[in-house]
């Protein structure tokens, strides 16, 4: 049993002269703004918030919170929906102020502190022409979304961040700081590529740069009239696309863009979003029958910035909003499918929600499925059903949407979901994030390195599953 009770002050005041970084207890100026995560549906207070400056910060709080008996939870970027970042009454250990980046640009490494943003990683990888396969938002936690896979515009051709991950530095529910890598403690480090948060804390990720110039890039936005034909071209043309394309079909309200009419925004579009790694002429000539296709009410494309390119979905996911999402990982994009998703998006609870069908496959698929513990690498796409709102009164109506699109989806699911996209209220989906024998695998990684369950605020592989 957790402890409730408040900590005393002679053992805080203790911590603190162990401490490099601050602590924060509630009603302290800066204690709100620690708490806070991306998604405002999650409202938790931890009785003490450690913001770690050093990997000796995080061993001290790991010790203390075993010492007092405290509920942890671990913040990295905070932008998990499911807001696991944060605990009620216990200790948060707070990463925020660890985001130092090196950049070795012989090697092509780079060495990433558990706390840092997608962002960060960008801005200073590509000073040297390389970057981390990772994300579409660049405010979000490098740790979290590593730690359950990652993928991103550069996937298809370079893997997910995981495949490129040559070494972590975890901090374990014992207290000790051990390197995991394929060299040294490989079964950890086979482990915390997908198995999540559940076996320690990475203050430290090193991972293998690839080589990311600027990229041919945009947006293509059509009538949400021709959703149904639009969706089936799409489907032909990314059953024969290069690694180095990858598109993303978004259906949602448009945005006030300016290279959209005035007329548009707010209109019910479909927006295909893609990002070709490679040179301008190559992107151009692959994207040419899609950029012909249709009527487009408009479209932005040409070379930009990766790093820019990182940051085009910044303005749509912004922190604080209301958010609450389902999804599946799809076998195909099928007629009935097809038939299944448009209602349903003719019929959005709210004006910000969306639908986000990200394109998989390439070097994600070529990974073998007993190489990390991530599985369904041979998913082409998954759907996500993201709904966002301002006021708790539309709660219910965001919710129930997305149940009842999620329920109708399932006969086109391969039963599977991916780690990084389940909510608080699907853990019990934790399970069909993982093959059955890679289940079994993490289990019992679990159970020799945290027995105790000491991190439970993540993706829950408990202990006790262990059969
Ligand atoms: C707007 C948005 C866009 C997204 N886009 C993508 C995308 O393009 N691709 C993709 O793969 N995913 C995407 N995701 C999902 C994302 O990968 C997860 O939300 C991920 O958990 C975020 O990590 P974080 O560090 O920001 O989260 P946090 O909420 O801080 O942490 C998530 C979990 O990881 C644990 N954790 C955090 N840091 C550490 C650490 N250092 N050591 C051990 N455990 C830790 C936490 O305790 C928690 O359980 C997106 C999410 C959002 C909200």
């Given at each position: 049993m957790k402890k409730e009770a408040p900590i005393d002050n002679t053992s805080l005041q203790y911590l603190q002269t162990r401490l490099r970084g601050n602590m924060l207890l509630p009603g302290d100026s800066g204690f709100d703004a620690a708490r806070?995560?991306?998604?405002?549906m999650i409202l938790r207070e931890p009785a003490l918030i450690v913001r770690c400056k050093t990997t000796h910060d995080v061993i001290n709080a790991v010790n203390f919170a075993q010492d007092q008996n405290l509920v942890v939870s671990v913040k990295g970027g905070g932008h998990n929906i499911a807001g696991n970042a944060v605990c009620n009454g216990g200790l948060m250990i707070d990463l925020?102020?660890?985001q130092a980046v090196e950049v070795d640009p012989e090697k092509k490494t780079v060495r990433v502190e558990g706390g840092c943003l997608l962002g960060m990683v960008d801005e200073a990888t590509q000073q040297h022409g390389l970057a981390v396969p990772a994300g579409v938002v660049s405010t979000t936690g490098v740790a979290g979304l590593t730690l359950g896979g990652g993928f991103g515009w550069i996937s298809r051709k370079y893997g997910l961040s995981i495949d490129n991950l040559l070494e972590a530095e975890v901090v374990t529910a014992d207290g000790n700081c051990i390197t995991a890598s394929k060299k040294e403690n490989p079964n950890l480090f086979w482990g915390l590529r997908g198995g999540g948060g559940n076996f320690g804390i990475v203050t430290r990720f090193t991972f293998r740069l690839q080589p990311v110039g600027q990229v041919y890039s945009g947006l293509i936005v059509h009538p949400f009239s021709a959703a149904r034909e639009l969706l089936q071209f799409h489907r032909d043309f990314i059953a024969q696309a290069p690694d180095e394309l990858t598109l993303w079909v978004i259906i949602r309200h448009a945005p006030p863009?300016?290279?959209?009419?005035?007329?548009?925004?707010g209109q019910l579009v479909v927006v295909v979003a893609f990002c070709y790694v490679g040179d301008e002429a190559a992107g151009a000539q692959v994207m040419a029958p899609y950029r012909a296709w249709?009527?487009?009410?408009g479209e932005h494309v040409g070379m930009n910035p990766f790093a820019d390119w990182q940051k085009s979905f910044d303005g749509l996911s912004t922190s604080g909003a209301r958010n609450y999402w389902k999804s599946h990982y799809l076998h195909e994009i099928s007629d009935a499918f097809i038939d299944t998703v448009i209602p349903y998006a003719a019929d959005f609870?709210?004006?910000d929600c969306e639908v986000l069908i990200p394109q998989l496959g390439g070097a994600i698929s070529r990974v073998?499925?007993?190489?990390?513990?991530?599985?369904?690498?041979?998913?082409p796409t998954l759907i996500n059903l993201h709904t966002r709102w301002e006021k708790a009164a539309d709660d219910e109506k965001n919710i129930r949407w997305a149940r009842e699109f999620f329920e109708a989806l399932k006969p086109f699911s391969t039963g599977g979901v991916y780690v990084n996209f389940i909510g608080e209220e699907d853990e019990t989906r934790v399970h069909d994030a993982y093959s059955a024998a890679t289940w079994k695998k993490l289990v019992s990684l679990k159970v020799k390195y945290d027995p105790q369950n000491f991190f439970h605020m993540n993706q829950n592989i408990r202990p006790s599953q262990y059969h």
């Open positions: 806070s995560i991306w998604n405002s925020s102020e660890m863009l300016p290279f959209l009419p005035e007329a548009v925004h249709g009527s487009p009410l609870p709210s004006p073998p499925e007993d190489e990390t513990a991530f599985t369904n690498r041979q998913a």
